[in-house]
């Protein structure tokens, strides 16, 4: 998290990758070991022949307390500076099922009921406008306008969440020259975060 913006712009590859490990069951703990010390998680294998362990490592681990807050606070401000910035930035939740992404990410409505289940998603609209408030002190020249879109995709299908009645064969993507379009979603202006999440 140290590189500077301009190194950033001429590594495409920049990508930060955090294992979080959920809480797990009494049968399962015997299988992973984490270090979070050097970022490194131990898969213990059983074989007929005895056991064998594997280590990889990653930019963060988070053990199994690792708070909502925490995920958020390690991860997102300095994206969200990036933003601010003109950089894309993006934040991909990959593991299998039940594994937690969802619960991560925050699109769980039910996280919204406590403060500290929030998740990335609603923390991150948080941060965001935040960050525009401070630059408008800075800079009150500028003028910001926020537009989402949410998109699901499954089976190779899309479908524009705010709007569940566009038809799939009407929402395309593409690809050209690294740039990701899509067409046939329709973008929304919002204001707050209670505007997002109605
Ligand atoms: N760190 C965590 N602490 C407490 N509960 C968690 C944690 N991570 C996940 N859970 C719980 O585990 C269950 C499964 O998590 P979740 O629904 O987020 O998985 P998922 O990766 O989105 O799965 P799917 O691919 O099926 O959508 C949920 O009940 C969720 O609340
Ligand atoms: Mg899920």
């Not at 294992?19 to 299988?31: F, G, H, S």
Request: aromatic residues 8%.
């Amino acid at each position: 998290m140290t590189e500077t913006i301009e190194e950033k712009e001429g590594n495409e590859s920049y990508m930060q990758v955090a294992i979080r490990i959920k809480p797990l069951d009494e049968n399962k703990k015997a299988c992973l070991q984490y270090i979070t010390e050097s970022n490194q998680i131990v898969i213990n294998k059983e074989h007929n022949s005895g056991s064998s362990k594997r280590t990889f490592s990653f930019d963060y681990i988070f053990g199994p307390s690792t708070t909502q807050e925490t995920i958020y606070n390690k991860l997102c401000p300095s994206l969200i500076n990036n933003f601010l910035d003109g950089i894309n930035i993006t934040v991909f939740a990959y593991g299998q099922t039940g594994t937690g992404k969802t619960y991560t990410m925050g699109s769980e409505t039910s996280s919204l009921n406590s403060k500290e289940s929030v998740g990335i998603i609603p923390r991150v609209i948080q941060g965001v406008y935040n960050g525009i408030e401070n630059k408008k002190t800075e800079l009150n020249e500028m003028e910001y306008v926020v537009k989402i879109m949410f998109i699901e995709i499954y089976q190779e299908q899309l479908r524009d969440l705010l709007h569940p009645d566009t038809p799939s064969k009407d929402i395309n993507i593409w690809e050209n020259n690294n740039t990701i379009t899509i067409s046939g979603i329709q973008e929304e202006v919002v204001n707050n975060l209670d505007e997002i999440l109605k």
